[in-house]
C-alpha cells in the first residue's frame, strides 16, 4: 500500500507507475470479451481493471456500485463475478447498452427472432419499400440533426431497419437490437471515421445498413452465447435482484444506507458535454435528444448550472479555480469539483464503514492551469469522512480516449493539429476508505 500520508497533496505523481495495473498484455478480444465489446463507447475502463478492484475489495453477494454507469463494465464484471452491481447514469444511451449487456436473455428466444428480423428486412429492403418507408418515416423522430448528418439514401434504408426493430414485442431482446443499430449509425453517417469530434466528411464510404447491421446483430449474439455460458444461473433467473441500472443522477443511488461494500466508478472528464457529442446520433434516432445545447445542460461539470457560493471542501480545487478565472472554463471547473463533492457524499451514504470507493481519474490541463483532479478528489474524500487506502498509479494503453488537446482551449483534437498535448498518459486509481 502506498503511504500517501507522506506525499503532498499536489504530488501525486511522484508515486511509482504500477504496470500490473496497465493491463499492457491484454488484446482487443481479451478486453471485448462477452458483453463488453456489444458498442464502442468513449473513455470506458477495460474490464480487467473492473475485475481486479472487485476480487480485490469485495466478496461474493456484496453490493457494488458504479455511480457513473457509462456502458456497464463494473456491473457486468461485478454480477459475473457473483455480486450485486448497482448503477446510474445520466445519458439515456449509457443506461440503454449497461442495461442490456447486462440482461440475461434465452439463447433460442434470441436466434429465432433474430432469423425473423433478418428474413423479413431482406424483403422490405428490397421488396416492398415505398410501404415499409413510409411506415418508418411515421416513427422516426423529426430532428434537422438526423438530416445534417445522415445522406437520404442513408437515412431511407436506416429507418426502415429502425421501424423494424421497434416490432418486436419482447422488449429486452428489441434493446438488444437497437444497440446493434446505434452501434452501425457512425459507418452509416457522414460523421468523419476515425475522429471523435462531430466533423462531417461529404466523401466518405457508403456502407450498406443492412449488411453492417446483420453484422453486429450475428457479433453480439456470439458475444451474448459467451455471457450466457459463464453467468451463474442463480443470477441469470434472478437477475432484477443481483443487477439494478437506472438512468439518472449520480447523488442519487438507489441503494439503502450503509449497504455497498464497494464502488468501483470513473468519473467524466472536466468537458463531459465531449461525451455528449460522441453520443448524439443514437440520441436523434430514439429521441433522446432535441436540442444539443439542451443535452449538454445535465452533463457533470456543465457551465449552465447557477450556484451560490459553495465549500468545495477541497483548498487546491479553490485555487485550480481562482487560476481560470471568473470565465466560463472557471465556471465549468468550479460547477464539475462540486458536482464530484455531492456525488463522493452520496457515495459516503451508500457506503457501509469500511466500505471503499475506487476511483479511477486523470490529470488534465487547461489554459495554461494544471486541473489536478486525482489530488482534488483525494482532498474532498478526506474532508467528508473517508482515509486514503491506496493509490494507484497507472499508464493507461488502451483506454478509448482521444489522445490529444489544445493547449489554449483544453478541447480533444486531431493528431497532426499544432499546439498539442498529450491528454491522459497515466491516471490513477484513488481507493478511499469509509471511517
Known amino acids: 500500500m502506498n503511504d500517501t500520508t507522506l506525499l503532498e497533496r499536489t504530488d501525486l505523481s511522484t508515486i511509482p507507475i504500477d504496470y500490473s495495473w496497465s493491463f499492457s498484455d491484454k488484446s482487443i478480444k481479451d478486453t471485448s470479451y462477452i458483453t463488453h465489446g456489444y458498442y464502442t463507447y468513449p473513455a470506458k475502463f477495460i474490464p480487467q481493471l473492473a475485475s481486479r478492484l472487485i476480487k480485490e475489495h469485495s466478496n461474493e453477494n456484496d453490493i457494488v456500485i458504479d ?13 459475473v463475478n457473483n455480486r450485486i452491481g448497482i448503477g446510474t447514469d445520466i445519458n439515456d444511451i449509457a443506461y440503454l447498452i449497461a442495461k442490456v449487456k447486462t440482461t440475461p436473455i434465452k439463447t433460442a428466444e434470441l436466434l429465432q427472432e433474430f432469423s425473423k428480423v433478418e ?3 431482406q424483403n422490405r429492403l428490397n421488396g416492398q419499400y415505398d410501404y415499409f418507408l413510409k411506415k418508418a418515416e411515421t416513427i422516426l423522430p423529426r430532428n434537422e440533426r438526423i438530416d445534417y448528418w445522415f ?22 431482446i428489441k434493446d438488444f437490437f437497437l444497440i446493434a443499430f446505434a452501434q452501425i449509425l457512425k459507418s452509416c453517417s457522414i460523421w468523419l471515421q476515425k475522429s471523435v469530434k462531430p466533423t462531417r466528411d461529404q466523401q466518405k464510404k457508403i456502407y450498406e445498413p443492412l449488411t453492417l447491421f446483420i453484422n453486429q446483430s450475428k457479433k453480439m449474439i456470439k458475444r451474448h452465447l459467451e455471457f450466457d455460458k459463464i453467468l451463474n444461473p442463480k443470477i441469470k433467473q434472478n437477475i432484477d435482484k443481483f443487477r439494478v441500472v437506472k438512468c439518472g443522477d449520480s447523488r442519487n443511488q438507489p441503494c439503502e444506507k450503509n449497504k455497498a461494500t464497494l464502488i468501483v466508478t470513473s468519473p467524466p472528464y472536466v468537458t463531459s458535454y465531449e461525451y455528449a457529442d460522441l453520443h448524439q446520433l443514437p440520441s436523434l434516432w430514439f429521441g433522446y435528444l ?3 445545447a439542451e443535452f449538454r445542460k445535465k452533463f457533470i461539470g456543465s457551465a449552465y ?3 451560490e457560493k459553495i465549500d468545495l471542501k477541497s483548498s487546491l480545487a479553490e485555487k485550480i479555480v481562482l487560476q481560470l478565472g471568473e470565465n466560463k472554463k472557471g ?4 460547477n464539475y469539483f462540486a458536482d464530484l463533492l455531492e456525488t463522493f457524499v452520496e457515495m459516503k451514504r451508500v457506503l457501509k464503514k469500511g466500505g471503499r470507493a475506487c476511483i479511477v481519474i486523470g490529470n488534465t490541463q487547461f489554459q495554461g492551469v494544471n486541473i489536478l483532479n486525482a489530488e482534488v478528489f483525494q482532498e474532498q474524500f478526506e474532508n467528508i469522512g473517508f482515509k486514503t487506502h491506496d493509490v494507484i498509479h497507472r499508464e493507461i494503453p488502451s483506454k ?6 489544445d493547449n489554449e482551449t483544453g478541447q480533444f483534437v486531431k493528431a497532426n493539429d499544432k499546439n498539442l498535448k498529450l491528454a491522459y498518459p497515466t491516471e490513477y486509481i484513488l481507493i478511499m476508505e469509509k471511517l
Open 67 to 79: 455511480t457513473f454507469l457509462g456502458s456497464g463494465t463494473t456491473v457486468v464484471e461485478a454480477i
Open 119 to 121: 428474413f423479413d428486412l
Open 151 to 172: 445522406l437520404p439514401q442513408q437515412k431511407e434504408k436506416l429507418s426502415i431497419i429502425f421501424a423494424r426493430i421497434l416490432e418486436i414485442k419482447n422488449n429486452d
Open 290 to 292: 432535441s436540442k444539443l
Open 305 to 307: 448550472t447557477d450556484r
Open 331 to 334: 465556471r465549468e471547473v468550479k
Open 400 to 405: 478509448m480516449l482521444p489522445s490529444t488537446r
